[in-house]
């Protein structure tokens, strides 16, 4: 009999959207920031090297609309956006907020960029 894979207790959605060369809007994978094109492989390395990969699953997304802010991930649950990430900050998200269970605030987009989020049952018509 196959062991039932557990679910994870983290999703990590993280915004892999690259711009074309010349487009003025910012994007969370750039060609002027090299960092950010390996930011998603970083991430999935670390996590099995701390041997975590099971219970935080990383999700390779396109836009989360945040552009300004990138690169950003979204973890859930807690609907907690990182903004402006680098390796560093990868670093501490794993081990204080996904292994230490305590969100880096720091690192945590301004409310005026996210805030509540809005009841679907509000706006449909």
Request: proline share 10%.
């Amino acid at each position: 009999m196959i062991a039932a894979m557990p679910q994870p207790a983290f999703y990590i959605f993280k915004c892999q959207q690259s711009a074309p060369p010349g487009m003025p809007k910012p994007s969370c994978v750039s060609q002027n920031n090299p960092e950010s094109q390996e930011l998603f492989g970083y991430m999935a390395q670390q996590l099995m090297t701390k041997g975590v990969m099971g219970t935080v699953q990383p999700i390779q997304t396109s836009c989360l609309g945040r552009c300004q802010q990138g690169p950003v991930m979204l973890v859930e649950p807690g609907h907690t956006m990182y903004v402006d990430l680098t390796k560093e900050k990868i670093d501490r998200i794993i081990d204080e907020h996904l292994i230490g269970g305590k969100v880096v605030q720091e690192f945590v987009i301004p409310e005026e960029f996210w805030g509540e989020p809005t009841d679907p049952a509000t706006m449909a018509r």
